[in-house]
């Protein structure tokens, strides 16, 4: 891995250069995602089975769209016993992590009769989108599916692609029973996205989609973005690990591999105070790199988008981690909790040399569908909020409206609309 | 206004044709809208420049496009003292409802040594808009910035079209003062919006996006999303009355009215189980108009999107309301609270006959930037949680890790992400 030392001109760089990832700048698959989203909603399922042909090689129609309880059946017949007991295992901690996140209505009542409060109430039907492609995620279906179950969702409709042989992925359908899908559909890419949010004969329009997924997915969501809600949209994974001379270079080395494995756009970059664990990391990722099954995908990620960057003070390597606004954070140093405290934006924030980041993707609790491309600035990990919404609540008595009603009526006029004034107005007409 | 059967035809209608109000309708703006983007993100201030003399006819640059000192304190002698006591009384309010929505950031451990948590952060910059136009509008002023400040946002940019004097109307400024607004530039419509998620060489790229405003703006905020945050996309404003015979025809139609006023797109609409109440508000909203001010466009409003529904049943009109999920929705029956926890759907409600939807337009406190057409299914009102983000924590000693590794190993080999299982081996490598 190449070693930079962190100035100014560095970091706008490195900062322009991981935009460059953005779905903003994808404006070319625009056209025929848009397309894909016309067809879905003008046509219904024959659009949905025509793309499903097109784009998985895959017989999908009317009868076998949905996964029925026999496929079911015959998947948990697929998955090791062994493996299926972490699937459990890790449910429960995802569960117990989410149920923290729950949130309740509240109200408030004073003498004068007035009522203020709050309403919170879980979305009715969401749909969770699986991507298949080149690798098989159960965990991603735990992670999108448990939030949504724990807010008290009635109906969580799960879509993914299935294989040419018209079948879901196994494993995927055992985490998709285990975390509480209510069904399953067989279709993916945008014309799922499209299904969604306009909903056809055979699967019904939902409030919400969530979900990561390929570029044309995530242009599909975004230009559903207000017909239905979605969760943030979801660039390459990325790791910073911020790390001083304590941390153990094997360790720092094999977790910023972790996420360069993802796909080529992924970004894995070291900020360190030292000298020394910059050498030493760069020289344990090369000797990684030829043992590891997807070592050419790492190698390719490592020349786009890796770094390590030598900073001149701790203080320099929190701001550049601060204004990067990575999906995944590890920090390593000697004090890693009075750093975190430091930390504005982040995904997800690993504390310590024992919690590598796959802890966290398969294990811990927290939710691994988080901000990516800076995003962390402004957006939060998927999490049970995701799937609560708000209504205010205002009853005032008589007495309570009356002793502020002549402000009210001077406020409306005060923005010329006279028919406000007016309805506070006639309830006190004489 | 018309009477109609509330019955399973009549709903699917009035459905369809609110939905014709919908941002996603108005395509053929697109265009101009991303032009006005492209411009702005390329030529930065001059393009700001050149727009604003386009469109509010007013000379703006460099020197005069931050609201001075000066102008504030003009302003303040502009505004009568008893509005401004208003707008202070209505302030304290809105400061108390939003301080209820705070959230804070949580930790826990356990006896292995694991640590779990959620860190809550506010974003560090936002940009508030507040439309110009047709009329003046303070109290939204209020609403925008005051979550903002409640959050712990250390900067506030708000952003106004200027009128052709070059001016900002002087009641929005001293609300955006007494709010907390940390400067004030003159900058309004898509061009704003383009100002806010880029930057320019005047004012610097924001976080998050808030603040309703016309098509242009709802279409920029839209195509900025992702790039920055935005709050959810407003459309015109919308009234529900659900009411029975107990309810003040004279009321009910006076609260009708107040939104009708607000332009030719809002809705205002009527659901009762009471024939007389039906007749009685059709009355009195004809003998209401005569003497309003701005009875022409709640003419037209009403001709376009008003409606009286009478329901078979008090059931039949809960479920209406949830299905047309309305941004206000009042409710004037006999038990309204029993009536309200049946309520899924809305953005604010009000219960009983002194809750009129001005009061919380001006004064009560919660917020009055509220989801519009129908996403009230998954949006909530303007909040606090609007500009606070989350990063997940976690934490996890050497012996917690021990216990698990082998669980997490085989998790990450079975969905072949080999560098991820490798990264939890080599901490355990003999």
Known sequence: MRIEKLDESTKKNLLADLLKRSPDNYGQYEAGVREILNEVKEKGDKAVFSYTEKFDKAKIDASNILVTEEEVKEAYGQVENSLLAIIRKSLKNIESYHAKQMQYSWFD??????????????LRRVGVYVPGGKAVYPSSVLMNIVPAKVAGVREIIMTTPPGADGKVNPVTLVAAKEAGATVVYKVGGAQAIAVLAYGTESIPKVDKITGPGNIYVALAKKAVYGHVSIDSIAGPSEILVLADETANPRYVAADLLSQAEHDELASAIL?????????????????????????????????????????????AAIDTANEIASEHLEIV???????????????????????????????????????TNGTAKFFSPLSVDDFLKKSSIISYSREALEVVHLDIEKFAQAEQLTAHANSIKVRFDK
Chains 1, 2 share one sequence.
């Not at 009542?109 to 879980?122: E, M, R």
């Not at 990391?281 to 995908?297: M, N, P, Q, Y």
């Open 271 to 315: 900020v360190t105070t030292s000298q020394e664990l910059a050498q030493k990391v760069s020289l344990e990722t090369d000797e990684f790199i030829k043992t590891l099954s997807r070592g050419e995908i790492i190698q390719k990620s490592l020349d786009n988008y890796g770094h390590i960057l030598l900073a001149d003070s701790l203080e």
């Open 333 to 371: 140093t000697k004090d890693p909790f009075t750093v975190m405290t430091k930390i504005r934006n982040a995904g997800a924030i690993f504390i310590g040399e024992y919690s590598s980041e796959p802890l966290g993707d398969y294990f811990a609790g927290p939710n691994h569908i988080l901000p």
């Open 109 to 122: 009542s004073k003498p004068d009769g007035t009522i203020l409060g709050q309403k919170v109430t879980a």
